[in-house]
């Protein structure tokens, strides 16, 4: 009897890719992760003196907006959904809408730092997931990068400790349904474009921001509100094109380590608008965390080489 060979899904399966993919997709993540910490910014700003979901519905339908706009270069907008995508979009909107909401609401309340630092552990929940939803095998050294890993999570969250509390826990939660998020997104084919996919992302959230605002009240918000909104608009427009875009294009092995580059924008945001900095626990834990995932992208490079 021949020996059972794990194959990765057909979705999942490296694509080939051209000269100079890497680098633009590596482009492409930085763009992205600096787009979403500056709408973090602004939405942790606003939402100081206006209802976040009332924030949320207005910044969604500006996006909405502003994605229908840009759509031709993006290779148009289809509301129509290939059969075959309907699954994946079902799955990845209730990931975006369960991230987002969890997320701005931990915002509220935590750093942007600490924050961030959690979240950076998502590419190591990525790859766990993809073990166990994909067959996907994971060697003894991967998994002691995720052990590490998630030992970097507990520094940055000291369970028992004042960083500790009811919003660490909804942050560990964003950072699992961008996880389900992400893993969804790598289902798509070809056949459906990265506007259509950033459109109903957009589409889903404001939503549902909307019935909940509708609970939660509004009131007129100024003009200055409206402009930080606007930009805060801009910025998510270019994060949900580019996180789908750079999902797409080049070798993740190469691409996903520029994801890190969201930490350092956090921080730096955090510090600049809010005088939050961390404190060396946090700091130490982050580094913990973003080397155990720079490793464990290292090693899947190897392994795809092996392949």
């Known amino acids: 009897m021949s020996p059972i060979r794990r194959v990765r899904p057909a979705s999942v399966r490296p694509l080939t890719h051209q000269p100079g993919d890497n680098l633009r ?73 369960a991230s987002t909401l969890l997320f701005l609401n931990a915002l509220q309340h935590m750093a942007m730092g600490n924050l961030s630092a959690i979240m950076q552990a998502l590419p190591l929940v990525v790859m766990v997931a993809a073990a166990l939803f994909f067959g996907e095998t994971l060697g003894w050294r991967r998994v002691g990068a995720v052990v590490a890993g998630f030992l970097g999570v507990l520094l ?7 960083v500790f509390d009811v919003w660490a826990i909804v942050a560990v939660a964003a950072m699992g349904m961008v996880a389900l998020r992400d893993l969804a997104t790598r289902s798509f084919g070809g056949n459906i474009t990265s506007a259509t996919i950033a459109f109903y992302a957009a589409a889903a959230v404001t939503l549902v921001g909307l019935v909940i605002s509708l609970v939660q009240g509004w009131v007129m918000p100024s003009l200055s509100q409206v402009l930080l909104l ?22 993740m092995s190469y691409v996903a380590p520029f994801r890190y580059t969201s930490l350092l924008v956090a921080i730096a945001m955090g510090l600049i608008v809010f005088g939050e900095w961390p404190d060396l626990w946090t700091l130490a834990g982050s580094a913990l965390v973003v080397a155990a995932g720079i490793y464990t992208i290292w090693r899947e490079a190897q392994l795809g080489k092996t392949r």
């Open 230 to 251: 606007l930009m805060g608009s801009a910025f998510l427009t270019v994060g949900y094109v580019s996180a789908v875009a750079s999902m797409r294009v080049g070798e």
């Open 25 to 97: 997709g590596a482009t492409i993540m930085t763009l992205c992760m600096v787009a979403f910490g500056l709408n973090d910014t602004v939405m942790k700003f606003v939402a100081q003196n206006l209802p976040l979901y009332q924030a949320v519905t207005l910044r969604g339908l500006f996006v909405m907006i502003a994605i229908a706009a840009v759509s031709p270069r993006l290779g148009g907008l289809h509301l129509r959904i290939p059969r075959d995508a309907r699954r994946p979009m079902i799955w990845r909107s209730i990931g975006e809408i």
């Open 156 to 162: 940055i969250l000291r369970p028992g400790g004042d």
